[in-house]
């Protein structure tokens, strides 16, 4: 299990943390995804064996989402 927490300057309104969490909480290997509208992040907690960041960032990219930054927590 994993934990990262990405910076996504893009999420401005709950339509963009409904779209994120939506997205990102079926996928196989995500346990956890929380998104932070006033701070602009999205906390993870994943599977690194079954879903890699790669794959994470093409998933936000898809809902027109760019990833600024991940770090690890
Ligand atoms: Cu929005």
Known sequence: MAKTLLSVPDISCEHCQHAIEGALSQ???VHAV??????????LDY???ILTLEAVGRILDDEGY???S????
């Not at 932070?36 to 999205?42: C, E």
């Not at 991940?70 to 927590?73: D, E, F, G, K």
Request: aromatic residues 0%; hydrophobic residues 40%; without cysteine.
């Open 27 to 29: 996928e196989p290997g």
């Open 34 to 43: 929380r998104v932070d509208i006033a701070a602009k992040t999205v906390s």
């Open 47 to 49: 599977d690194p064996s």
């Open 66 to 68: 760019t990833i600024a």
């Open 70 to 73: 991940a770090t690890a927590q």
